[in-house]
């Protein structure tokens, strides 16, 4: 889903050579279009094989060739590169079910995160991989409870990511409902990023409002 930010314009400027005469700007772009399709291409096939890893490993994942994706992936991006006109990396959505009936527990996608490090760790290409857990920690915005913010809930929560995970893992579904909201099992997203970091993580930063 990630486009590539090399952009034909960009490699037109170089002006290089072919058999010792110089590319006009046409043939240049061309050429940039072929390279990035075949560069979308490989990620295609990285993709596929992420998700042939995955089955491996027992979990039931959907390709989707098209995605209309939502603020669940452009904040954390607008976040991290501010506004470009394409993401200067490429980037696999994981969407994960908490909002139809059933939601997966924590520790289904706590373990679906240590196969999505696993399976990154068996491609042989030195990749720096950034992944991030989203969803939105307690709120309800519905029903008598609507405007429900549980902030022990929430900060207890922060803290168990990198200090104690394992009762994050064993918390019942109906605990986030009960506690923090029926939005709040969007939660359960984070334990995916969480499972993928390791055992030992080290918080380096917060901000919470």
Same mark, same amino acid.
Request: hydrophobic share 40%; glycine share 8%; charged share 25%.
């Given at each position: 889903?990630?486009?590539?930010? =090399?952009?034909?314009? %960009?490699?037109?400027?170089?002006?290089?050579?072919?058999?010792?005469? $110089?590319?006009?700007?046409?043939?240049?772009? $061309? %050429?940039?279009?072929?390279? /990035? #399709?075949?560069?979308? $291409?490989?990620?295609?096939?990285?993709?596929?094989?992420?998700?042939?890893?995955?089955?491996?490993?027992?979990? *039931?994942?959907?390709?989707?060739?098209?995605?209309?994706?939502?603020?669940?992936?452009?904040?954390?991006?607008?976040?991290?590169?501010?506004?470009?006109?394409? =993401?200067?990396?490429?980037?696999?959505?994981?969407?994960?079910?908490?909002? %139809?009936?059933?939601?997966?527990?924590?520790?289904?996608?706590?373990?679906?995160?240590?196969?999505?490090?696993?399976?990154?760790? /068996? =491609? *042989?290409? *030195?990749?720096?991989?950034?992944?991030?857990?989203?969803? #939105?920690?307690?709120?309800?915005?519905? #029903?008598?409870?609507?405007?429900?913010?549980?902030?022990?809930?929430?900060?207890?929560?922060?803290?168990?990511?990198?200090?104690?995970?394992? !009762?994050?893992?064993?918390?019942?579904?109906?605990?986030?409902? !009960? *506690?923090?909201?029926?939005?709040?099992?969007? @939660?359960?997203? =984070?334990?995916? @990023?969480?499972?993928?970091?390791?055992? !030992?993580?080290?918080?380096?930063?917060?901000?919470?409002?």
């Amino acid at each position: 889903m990630g486009l590539s930010g =090399w952009k034909p314009e %960009q490699v037109a400027g170089r002006k290089p050579r072919v058999g010792g005469q $110089a590319l006009q700007r046409e043939d240049v772009a $061309a %050429q940039a279009r072929v390279d /990035s #399709g075949h560069e979308r $291409a490989v990620a295609r096939h990285r993709e596929r094989l992420e998700v042939a890893a995955l089955v491996l490993d027992e979990f *039931d994942m959907t390709i989707v060739n098209e995605l209309q994706v939502d603020h669940g992936l452009t904040v954390p991006l607008s976040l991290l590169y501010g506004q470009p006109k394409e =993401w200067p990396a490429r980037v696999i959505p994981l969407a994960v079910n908490v909002v %139809q009936y059933p939601a997966p527990t924590g520790h289904r996608c706590y373990m679906l995160g240590k196969a999505i490090r696993k399976a990154v760790e /068996s =491609w *042989d290409e *030195d990749l720096k991989v950034v992944i991030f857990g989203t969803g #939105g920690l307690s709120h309800q915005i519905q #029903g008598p409870r609507a405007g429900l913010v549980n902030t022990k809930f929430d900060t207890d929560f922060l803290d168990d990511l990198s200090r104690n995970p394992q !009762r994050l893992v064993d918390l019942p579904p109906l605990e986030y409902l !009960r *506690d923090a909201g029926n939005e709040a099992i969007e @939660m359960v997203m =984070w334990l995916t @990023m969480r499972g993928a970091l390791g055992e !030992r993580v080290e918080e380096v930063y917060r901000f919470y409002h």
